[in-house]
């Protein structure tokens, strides 16, 4: 998993680690939660902050009971963390097994939602309108549907001259 390339504003980031025996390169859990600190662009301020504490308790070790050494962290990436689109980011996590210690860093950029949706959602609604099948053309109310014709994705009341004068999507 590391860490997406990319996340959109407003949305969640997971990266994950797995930590090893530093003498025998086995998998083994941290003498500690690892940490991270996540900066914008060149700055040497962090911008956020934290561990990797999934909340379970111990070294908070993602799915204990089935591995070892694994660690997992998802944050909000909003302007109110600190997250700013266009701005590249980078993610230094820091862990201590058998008392040394490692680290790795990912990077990602941070870009913005088109039209306030989803890249995935705006795509869906440029092909439904594109490519997809359309019904009632000439009623009054246009639907499409998505590319594989199973569910109404845009819904348009226009009037005579087909101006469009509502727009619902699904």
Request: some cysteine.
């Amino acid at each position: 998993m590391g860490c997406p390339s990319e996340v959109e504003i407003g949305d969640n980031l997971t990266f994950a680690i797995v930590t090893h025996d530093p003498d025998t390169g086995a998998l083994t859990d941290v003498d500690a939660v690892p940490s991270y600190l996540i900066y914008e662009d060149s700055n040497e301020t962090a911008i956020l902050t934290g561990d990797m504490d999934d909340g379970s308790g111990a070294n908070s070790e993602f799915d204990d009971a089935n591995t070892t050494g694994f660690y997992v962290k998802t944050i909000a990436c909003t302007a109110v963390n600190g997250f700013e689109a266009g701005k590249s980011y980078t993610i230094y996590i820091e862990a201590t097994v058998d008392g040394d210690t490692g680290g790795i860093c990912y990077a990602f950029k941070a870009k913005a939602k088109v039209g306030g949706v989803s890249t995935e959602e705006a795509l869906r609604r440029i092909g439904a309108i594109t490519s997809g099948i359309i019904s009632g053309a000439g009623t009054g109310t246009e639907t499409f549907k998505d590319f594989a014709e199973s569910a109404s994705t845009i819904v348009i009341t226009v009037d005579g001259s087909g101006n469009r004068s509502a727009i619902t999507y699904n």
